[in-house]
């Protein structure tokens, strides 16, 4: 079976009818149909449903059974609205800034390994990219925020500038312990390096006591990245009114939204590749019950990819349905004076390990 | 029967009160009126009511600390304006009193007293709003309910509702 | 040396040295902006308009703009007669429209100096109880929202809609009761309603402490709240505030116990001030703290009132009531204790009219409101956000 998947995308690579490398092109935009369908079932309406049970309530329940057509409808609705452009704003960096957002966080989707058969662009420097991508996203939101010309949005923009870069930090140094245990930053050779018939017990994060440290910062972290709750301070509703998305409606406004949905999955991935071993499957094999063997592969691998980075998903929904949102200095506290310091030294710590216990 | 006990005992020490103040001001300050509902004096010498109320926050027989309530009152048959302070001791000795200030119709003027309890800064402003009783030294002399551009006084018992506010047809 | 504002540059300066050398250190431009928030602002609970100037994220002041829901409440009681202005106290309050009848009761009763039977004051405390902690259960909740926690919100809605239903089978309405009249009510209470509200008390208390759970002891909640916008009791005083803003300031003041009116003096609770241990007295935390505490006051008020209400036997709601309500000439000031402070009504009666020669509303949210200039000055905009919902106000209320 994987071998076949193999060669099917291999075949597809070389498909290029006149010259024109369609069948790449074929292969680049799987990501996008994934995000796309995720972002409507899991992110949007899962959210809503999510949330709704948490609260005690029931959700979207009027369009289809049980309302599983809602994001459809609301789809619709932003497709139909009119696209505003505010008369006094930047009209150059409010219609690329949702552009760009858009863009970060997808290219990162590049380097993700789904599977043993299936990424993007197998890098060496796969999580380097995947850290240094999401940058860009800071752009798109400085943009937008800028653009719109709109004081809260300008107040949300450089929020989000201080936060996501202040996060990058911790969670780049707590990245690189996983790196370190792997000796490697090709994605799909950490993968490889997590793999073993113990299956969960080959996890870098059961491989050694100390990988829970950057585990738990890189959490905390990617979900200051994502602007998530408790760390929503730049869109934060209560005080900013939308943050830098204020001016946006229609498209642009749903462009955001899917960005946001793609880069809380894009963090998901990253966090499971490099501490849950991504595509392996955790059941080990129990004596000549090989169910570690039995559920990995090619098709299993996108399965549990797919299911971890869900599992995370879920845990930033569930936190933000609890948690109240931190204040601007208490967010650049915890960043600067507990979760950096506490970084460095699982970094050393990690070192260490790796030097002298086997 | 109770309550009516309760009632004349707060009636008893809002007259105590009084008898402070009248032996400070004298003939600036009316006789005592002690009915049941709302025990009250009057300030007949206007410019001496931020003295007087200054005194009623601070003498140490008095501390009305707490100003409840500050209304702005139209007699209209009168050509007189005035306000009601209903003021309170909180906490510290319990009694109440309420005082009234007045002015002329057209051209009077009350001092304020917002640098004396900081509840009569707003109420001073509504009161200015609704009535036109100008209040000489407030900090923030502005309309608060109604919008700056406002014609005329609403509370005033002549007040006649102007015709139309920015092109927008007022009385319908 | 020499300071210099060269127009569009920002803050230059220049120095003249000894040998008159001049030296010019161009710093960063930095100015102050004006920053309007509301009256469509989320967290400004209504219209409320603040003109905040920042300094980046921290406000040097913030000038709040009142009037958008102004409607004219105290002219419109020159007008009507005094049983026609309950309803319009209703719509004042908006969340605790019980207690503002119930203010406004007490004080033209307190003008005509009628007797009210029994059984209607216990009735009256019921629904203004059951009110009150539903219009704590919207300041709570809010609140939650206002620091970014949205769930207690809903938690906080799903019970207020228990006491809701409770105050419609009551009054045939959910929100604008027009329930209690001056003299009575408007009609009896259901046969059943003392036994639906005890359920009601019953099914509350554990939510109370879930909600306790989830909200008020939440770190994140804490570090918000704790110590943000403190008044000291003697400037909380001086600013007129009451009710639970007062209480959070550590001052021990109840209408209900230190100005006493209706049935409270037989009644048994507590008055509800921080004792400093889990928050600095006077702050944000202090407020919330109060609200929660007198939640479950008030669910041992109700309880005593059930158990201790006369029988409905020969009850008519309407005794009491005079067929033409015409105060002797006079002046009263009568108040209450409502959820947001002491809501305090001056009427003024000439003796020979039906409609009152003047009447004016002591609303509690304005008074509270007041002293938001002092509160914000220095505080970053989170900060503005968090005072603002502890003052809990009603738009409804300031502007009247």
């Given at each position: 079976m994987g071998n076949s998947l193999n060669a099917w995308s291999e075949a597809l690579t070389g498909f290029a009818p006149m010259g024109l490398p369609l069948g790449m092109v074929i292969l680049a935009a799987i990501p996008l149909v994934f995000i796309a369908v995720y972002a409507l079932t899991y992110g949007v309406y899962g959210e809503r449903k999510i949330s709704a049970?948490?609260?005690?309530?029931?959700?979207?329940m009027e369009v289809g059974k049980w309302g599983i057509l809602q994001t459809l409808a609301d789809i619709l609705k932003l497709l139909q609205k009119e696209d505003i452009v505010p008369s006094s704003a930047d009209k150059f960096l409010f219609v690329i800034g949702p552009g760009i957002l858009f863009v970060g966080s997808f290219l990162a989707y590049a380097v993700l390994p789904f599977s043993p058969a299936f990424i993007g662009a197998s890098l060496n420097v796969g999580l380097f990219f995947a850290i240094g991508i999401v940058s860009i996203e800071v752009v798109g939101i400085l943009a937008a925020g800028w653009g719109s010309n709109n004081k809260w949005s300008l107040y949300g923009a450089v929020r989000s500038v201080a936060q996501i870069v202040s996060y990058e930090i911790p969670a780049a140094i707590a990245l690189l312990c996983g790196a370190m245990m792997a000796g490697t930053l090709d994605m799909q050779q950490i993968n490889v390096m997590q793999s073993g018939p113990w299956g969960f017990a080959n996890f870098f994060l059961f491989q050694s006591p100390i990988a829970w440290l950057p585990f738990l910062i890189y959490f905390i972290a990617s979900l200051a990245e994502v602007n998530r709750a408790p760390f929503d301070i730049p869109e934060a509703e209560s005080e900013l009114v939308a943050g830098y998305f204020?001016?946006?409606?229609?498209?642009?406004?749903?462009?955001?939204?899917l960005a946001e949905y793609g880069s809380m999955f894009m963090v998901s991935a990253i966090i499971s590749i490099v501490f849950l071993g991504g595509w392996n499957s955790p059941l080990p094999n129990i004596g000549s019950f090989a169910l570690n063997d039995m559920t990995n592969g090619p098709v299993w691998g996108v399965f549990w990819m797919v299911m971890k980075g869900f599992f995370f998903i879920f845990v930033q929904m569930w936190l933000r349905w609890t948690l109240p949102r931190l204040r601007v200095d208490q967010l650049m506290y915890l960043c600067w004076k507990v979760l950096t310091p506490f970084a460095f030294v699982s970094f050393v710590l990690t070192a260490i390990w790796e030097i002298y216990v086997p | 029967m109770a309550e009516g006990t309760v009632i004349s005992q707060s009636v008893k020490e809002s007259a105590a009160a009084y008898a402070i103040i009248r032996e400070q001001f004298g003939s600036a300050v009316s006789e005592f009126d002690g009915n049941a509902t709302m025990p009250f004096f009057e300030v007949l010498d206007a410019s001496l009511w931020q003295d007087i109320a200054l005194f009623m926050r601070d003498h140490a027989k008095l501390k009305?600390?707490?100003?409840a309530c500050l209304s702005g009152v139209d007699y209209f048959p009168e050509e007189k304006l005035g306000i009601v302070c209903n003021l309170e001791s909180l906490g510290a000795l319990g009694h109440r009193l309420a005082v009234k200030v007045s002015c002329p119709r057209s051209g009077g003027a009350i001092p304020t007293v917002s640098c004396v309890w900081h509840t009569a800064n707003w109420h001073e402003r509504e009161a200015y709003d609704m009535f036109g009783i100008d209040f000489t030294g407030h900090p923030d002399f502005r309309r608060i309910l109604c919008p700056d551009d406002w014609e005329g006084f609403p509370l005033r018992k002549d007040y006649k509702v102007q015709e139309s506010y920015h092109g927008i047809k007022v009385p319908y | 040396m020499q300071e210099l504002d060269i127009a569009g540059l920002g803050s230059v300066r220049v120095t003249r040295k000894d040998n008159n050398v001049v030296v010019i250190e161009k710093g960063l431009a930095t100015d102050q902006m004006v920053l309007a928030m509301g009256p469509q602002h989320p967290s400004t609970h209504g219209v409320l308009k603040l003109e905040c100037l920042t300094d980046g994220e921290v406000i040097t002041e913030a000038e709040p703009y009142l009037g958008y829901l102004h409607r004219c409440f105290e002219k419109y009681c020159e007008n009507v007669d005094y049983p026609a202005i309950?309803?319009?106290?209703?719509?004042?309050?908006?969340?605790?429209?019980?207690?503002?009848?119930?203010?406004?009761?007490?004080?033209?009763?307190?003008?005509?100096?009628?007797?009210?039977?029994?059984?209607?004051?216990?009735?009256?405390?019921?629904?203004?109880e059951l009110n009150r902690i539903a219009s704590h259960l919207v300041a709570i909740g809010t609140y939650g929202i206002d620091l970014g926690a949205f769930t207690p919100f809903l938690f906080c809605f799903r019970d207020r809609e228990h006491i809701l239903s409770l105050l419609e089978w009551a009054s045939g309405a959910r929100m604008l009761y027009n329930y209690i009249w001056i003299g009575g009510l408007s009609q009896d209470i259901p046969a059943d309603f003392t036994k639906r509200v005890k359920e009601f008390v019953d099914y509350f208390r554990p939510q109370a402490k879930e909600l306790y759970?989830?909200?008020?002891?939440?770190?994140?909640?804490?570090?918000?709240?704790?110590g943000i916008g403190i008044m000291p009791a003697d400037v909380a005083i001086n600013y007129g505030w009451s009710g639970p803003m007062?209480?959070?300031?550590?001052?021990k003041w109840d209408l209900r116990r230190n100005d006493p009116y209706s049935v409270y003096p037989e009644l048994d609770f507590k008055v509800c001030v921080p004792d400093g241990r889990h928050s600095e007295i006077g702050d944000c935390l202090s407020r919330h703290l109060v609200r929660a505490l007198e939640i479950d006051e008030s669910l041992n008020i109700i309880e005593q009132c059930i158990s201790k209400m006369p029988s409905a036997e020969g009850f008519d709601p309407k005794a009491a009531i005079p067929k033409r309500i015409r105060p002797k000439a006079g002046e009263v000031y009568g108040r209450a204790e409502n959820p947001r402070g002491e809501l305090g009504f001056y009427i003024q009666s000439d003796g020979k009219s039906t409609k009152p020669l003047r009447c004016k509303a002591r609303s509690s949210c304005f008074v509270n409101l007041s002293a938001m200039k002092d509160l914000s000055k220095g505080q970053l905009i989170p900060d503005l956000v968090a005072i603002i919902g502890s003052i809990d106000i009603v738009l409804g209320e300031v502007d009247r």
């Open positions: 049970f948490m609260q005690d309530r029931l959700g979207p204020t001016e946006y409606s229609g498209m642009k406004f749903a462009v955001i939204f | 009305f600390n707490y100003m | 309950v309803p319009y106290t209703d719509r004042m309050d908006y969340l605790s429209g019980m207690n503002s009848e119930f203010a406004y009761a007490i004080t033209v009763e307190k003008l005509l100096d009628i007797e009210i039977p029994r059984r209607v004051e216990f009735i009256r405390v019921i629904v203004a759970r989830l909200l008020t002891e939440n770190e994140i909640f804490i570090k918000r709240t704790i007062l209480r959070g300031s550590g001052v």
